[in-house]
């Protein structure tokens, strides 16, 4: 019934069936007629999961995003950006970089972060001759920053799965998201380095387009002030978060409406149900492996073939690879982190080094055909069809990996931080 199941599941995939539904029904079938468990335990710890109380926060923090989409920050954000470094080599590319920073630290959505930067700068950027194909991988590429720059919905699964607090998670993102900025930025630096660039910005340009960011910067000093304050959970930081982000479009920029909010509403409903019903579905799949044992199977499989930790990192990454090829990463956290995690416990690895290894080498998949949700999505933005931006892939596939070997040779990239805030 198990191989059933999987061959059954393989043809949902390979038919573009969505993928809860490949979860659901090839982890029900192997729940019902292998384990012979009642549909009640499904149901059961399916509405649990999605019940736990960190994940309230998951909408909250996309609807601060959208809101701030629609109510003006993230044009100031941009604006800024730009004043600061527009005019370095690569300056626009770098400032695209930077604004998406700007932006994952309070946006809850890579694909809202690509939409909202990606329609003010990608068409700057072309027009000042940059290669539309290297700026719509690029700004896929400098999306994945809201995985790692906190806070992140990437984050909050995690904690979700693992039970280690969300505030710790976030901060093991903080200094891997500045490294793969920097990586990104000697990219376009020598891949740009012969463009046109703007003129510099004045110092009065820049401390006026300061001052009009500033109530969107301070988005991320309420937000994380509040967790490590201990003043508010990371639930109520994101929706004080909400709150926050309305006052700026209402009162600070006058440019969010009644139908704006709507519209926000409308886009967080969208995006939440897509995460929530991965996230019930993933949970059949658990229930099977809890049932069958299988996590301690593997465990003792690898500590009895003499298993060292840089096969397990090893193994992390090449599988990272490969599933995020072909599933988006919210799937592939539930298929893997649970396994993933008991391995890394047994072999006495620091939890939070997984998260950081394991979002570098997943958020691959990001721009690698044939899912590589962020380059459509960026190639819709450009108006460009997607297949010509696949030649800037390898590029930014080496960049990838050479952030994740970082991210593996390094663990006190993701440690550092957050021992010292505890």
């Not at 926060?57 to 950006?81: E, S």
């Not at 199977?297 to 990192?313: H, L, N, Q, S, V």
């Not at 090829?325 to 690895?349: K, M």
Request: glycine share 8%.
């Amino acid at each position: 019934m198990k191989s059933l199941s999987i061959l059954i599941s393989l043809m949902l995939l390979a038919l573009s069936v969505p993928i809860f539904m490949v979860f659901g029904l090839g982890s029900a079938a192997v729940a019902i007629w292998d384990l012979n468990l009642p549909w009640s335990t499904l149901i059961q710890v399916s509405f649990g999961s999605m019940t736990k109380h960190v994940l309230i926060a998951v909408p909250l923090f996309i609807f601060a995003g959208m809101v701030m989409l629609r109510g003006g920050a993230a044009q100031r954000l941009v604006h800024f950006a730009t004043t600061l470094v527009g005019h370095w080599p690569g300056g626009l590319g770098i400032a695209m970089i930077l604004a998406m920073g700007f932006f994952a630290a309070f946006c809850g959505s890579i694909l809202a972060a690509i939409t909202a930067v990606g329609t003010i700068m990608i068409p700057q950027m072309v027009d000042q001759g940059y290669p539309k194909p290297f700026v719509i991988v690029l700004a896929a590429s400098a999306a994945f920053l809201e995985a790692l720059i906190p806070p992140s919905n990437a984050a909050i699964l995690f904690s979700a799965l693992t039970d280690v607090p969300v505030s710790r998670t976030f901060a093991a993102g903080f200094v891997p998201g500045f490294v793969l900025i920097i990586l990104l930025g000697i990219v376009v630096t020598w891949r740009c380095r012969h463009l046109k660039n703007p003129v510099k910005a004045t110092a009065g340009e820049r401390i006026s387009a300061f001052r009009a960011a500033i109530p969107g910067l301070f988005t991320p000093v309420i937000i994380l002030g509040g967790i490590y304050s201990g003043l508010l959970t990371p639930s109520e930081s994101a929706a004080v978060a909400g709150a926050w982000a309305i006052v700026i479009g209402v009162v600070f920029y006058r440019e969010l409406s009644f139908v704006g909010v709507v519209k926000a509403l409308h886009e967080t409903a969208r995006i939440t149900a897509v995460i929530f019903a991965i996230i019930a579905m993933a949970t059949f799949l658990s229930v099977v492996l809890t049932y069958s044992q299988a996590p301690q199977r593997i465990i003792t499989y690898f500590t009895e073939m003499g298993g060292t930790p840089m096969m397990f990192w090893l193994s992390v990454a090449l599988i990272c690879l490969i599933l995020g090829t072909f599933v988006e990463i919210v799937p592939v956290f539930y298929l893997t982190v649970p396994v993933f995690a008991a391995l890394a416990l047994s072999l006495g690895l620091d939890i939070l080094h997984l998260y950081v290894v394991f979002v570098a080498f997943a958020g691959i998949g990001m721009i690698t055909p044939p899912v590589c949700v962020g380059i459509y999505t960026a190639a819709g933005v450009a108006k460009e069809s997607p297949e010509k931006a696949f030649r800037e892939v390898p590029l930014f596939v080496c960049v990838g990996i050479i952030f994740g070997l970082l991210m593996i040779f390094f663990p006190q990239a993701a440690t550092w931080l957050p021992n010292l805030l505890n």
